[in-house]
Structure formats: C-alpha cells, structure tokens
C-alpha cells in the first residue's frame, strides 16, 4: 500500500492562498517581464522556486508574500490548461494564459433529511470537503418544513450557521397553493 506524507505547512498554506485569492485575467510573461520577477521572458522561469527545498519552493520568497507556481494544471470550463501562477501579497496578479481559481457547485443536499435519514456531511464537513476540491460556494436546496417554505429557510439558515464557505439557497417547492405563492414573495422580498 502506498502512502503519501500530508503536505507541509507550506504546501498547505499556498494551497488555502489560491483558493481564497481575488482573481485577475493577465498574461504571466508581460506581467512577470514587468514585474521584474522573470529571469527570462522567454521561459518564464521566475526566481520563486529553488532545487535545494524539498517541495521545491523558496521560502524566503513565499515569506516576502510572492508566490510563483510554475506548470500547474488549471481546470475551468474549456478543459485543463497549462499555466504559470504569480501571487504577490495574497492576490493573484499574473496567470499565464487564464485561470479559474474556483468553483462554484450550484446544487447541493448538506445536512439534508431524505427516506428516514440525514445526509453526513453538514454545511462545515461537506464545505471543508469542498474547500479541498477547489470549490469555494454552493447553492444548497432548502427543503419546506410542513409546506412552509419561510420555515424552511429559517431552519437552513440555522444549520449554514457552521459554514467555512459562501452559500446560498434554493427552496425546493414540493406542493403548490396560495400560503406558498405568498412565501416566495416573502422570502424574494426579504432575503433575495
């Protein structure tokens, strides 16, 4: 069985930093060229990452607050690219050629009743899960308590109470009549 050693406390850190970083669209060579982090524009090699390290990542430069993250995979809807990250002081700004830095599940069941039972993952566990997988907000379905749906959002509020991640809700509507017409518009009004 192979095993492999949890990351450093490095390695975890720039991991949490690419998630959470405000994202811009530019191309890493003109923008390391004038950034003047590139040793060479033609290879894009930035003076971020260093042999003698064993993740491979000059510390002294991450600790300054510039991170360079050579040859990643970025993932986005066209597919997966090849791609350079530059961070400087938590935000990214420079991606070569584009980068989506998260995703965004628009339907989910967290902390869900269903058939007698409770789904496991509550709104902490099943958004740390997330979090790991690089998405960063979802769109929980809310589910009416007795038809009544300004309950039911009450009741999920309560349990998003535990949330690590941004969130919002989508009210299942699961009978028709005029109490719940009138408890969209209230819930549309008031908390939209």
């Not at 060229?33 to 000059?58: K, R, W």
Request: negative net charge; hydrophobic residues 45%.
């Amino acid at each position: 069985m192979k095993t492999t050693a949890p990351p450093s406390n490095m390695e975890a850190k720039i991991g949490m930093v690419v998630l959470i970083v405000a994202l811009q669209f530019v191309q890493l060579q003109a923008k390391c060229t004038e950034l003047g982090v590139c040793q060479s524009a033609d290879t894009g090699s930035c003076g971020f990452l260093s042999s003698a390290s064993s993740s491979g990542i000059n510390e002294e430069a991450v600790s300054s607050g510039s991170i360079a993250i050579l040859g990643g995979t970025v993932v986005n809807a066209d597919g997966q690219h090849a791609a350079n990250v530059y961070i400087k002081d938590g935000i990214i700004t420079a991606v070569g050629p584009d980068v989506v830095v998260s995703g965004i599940d628009p339907h989910t069941h967290l902390d869900m009743p269903f058939m007698g039972e409770v789904a496991c993952d509550d709104f902490f566990s099943g958004q740390a899960a997330a979090l790991a997988g690089g998405t960063t907000m979802h769109i929980d379905f809310a589910l009416p308590i007795n038809g009544d749906l300004i309950k039911g959002f009450h009741e999920w509020e309560k349990k998003a109470m535990k949330s690590c991640t941004d969130y919002g809700f989508h009210m299942a509507i699961t009978t028709w009549n005029k109490e719940v017409a009138r408890d969209m518009e209230v819930l549309a009004r008031e908390h939209a």
